[in-house]
């Protein structure tokens, strides 16, 4: 009992953090109709950045200025690279294969600075656990569950209450007419680019921290796995987000959990789990757990 206890807080706390980069790939997907590839890149320079200032500016004043950075650099990326042009009708699908080339040249560069190294990003919790009854948790994994669970919640009400959150609800349902209202599509993919990119930069501490060995050059990569629980949830849907999120957080960590008694399915299935989940789930829902079915006109 004590085991699954252990590894449903895992996977909690893993679903947390994959959230915030879930969260990340739907608001782009809303704003601009862009898979945003790139978002792995992003949460490697925010870890990284962080890594590197945090001796001289103290954990907070990097990790501060890392999602401002890392922020920045998505809007830049979007407004300079990605905007270009007249949009039309395959401006999106253009745009999702541009961002693609985006993460290889961020990725090579960030790589060729990490190198063979392990960095660590100085976060306050370090290896420290403590024992919530029968199961010992690190602290960083709580300190993941209380942070996304804030920032969530504020990105929710961002959503609900902000005229930026209505722009960006109406530019999701008809960009045509959103325009038309006087709704700034520009500004508004603008500002959800860059809103993903300080989601992506916060959720870097928490894959990095204990008991992860620290910041390397295939961290980015991990952002994939928020992949299939963005599919899952519903690519406009930032409620699915979160839903898909906790799914896959839950699976990796149960499978990694009873690695033993799955046996059988390989030893290298927990790297695939949380993609054969997907596959499972959109058999049944082809949309998502949250998605809408597009009408069409005959």
Known sequence: MTGLLDNLLNG?????????????????FKASGVL?????????????????????????????????ATA????????????????????????????????IVLVTDLSRR??????????PWGDSVRDLGPVTVADSRLAAIVVS????????????????????????EDREAAALMGVRLTRVRTLAWCLAGALAALAAVFLVA??????????GQIALKAFPAAILGGMTS???????????????ALVAGYQSELHVLGEGFG???????????????????????GAARV
């Open 12 to 28: 909690l706390a893993l679903g947390s953090v994959y959230a915030l980069v879930a969260l990340g790939f739907v608001v782009i």
């Open 36 to 68: 945003n590839f790139a978002h792995g890149s992003l949460l490697l320079l925010g870890g990284y950045l962080t890594a590197v200032l945090h001796e001289d500016l103290g954990f907070a004043g990097a990790l501060a200025l890392a999602v401002v």
């Open 72 to 103: 920045t650099v998505a809007g830049a990326l979007d407004r300079l690279l990605l905007q270009r042009g007249e949009p039309d009708a395959h401006a999106a699908h253009v745009q999702t294969i541009v961002t693609i080339g985006i993460d």
């Open 114 to 123: 990490i190198g063979g190294d392990l960095l660590s990003l100085g976060d």
């Open 149 to 172: 669970a804030v920032v969530i919640g504020a990105v929710f009400a961002l959503f609900r209450y902000t005229a930026w959150g209505l722009s960006l609800r109406a530019a999701a």
């Open 210 to 219: 204990f008991p992860a060995p620290g910041l390397e050059r295939t961290t």
């Open 238 to 252: 930032p409620a699915g987000a979160l839903a898909g999120s906790m799914l896959i957080g839950l699976t990796e």
């Open 271 to 293: 790297d695939v789990a949380p993609y054969a989940v997907m596959v499972l789930v959109l058999l049944v829902r082809p949309t998502g757990l949250f998605g809408a079915k």
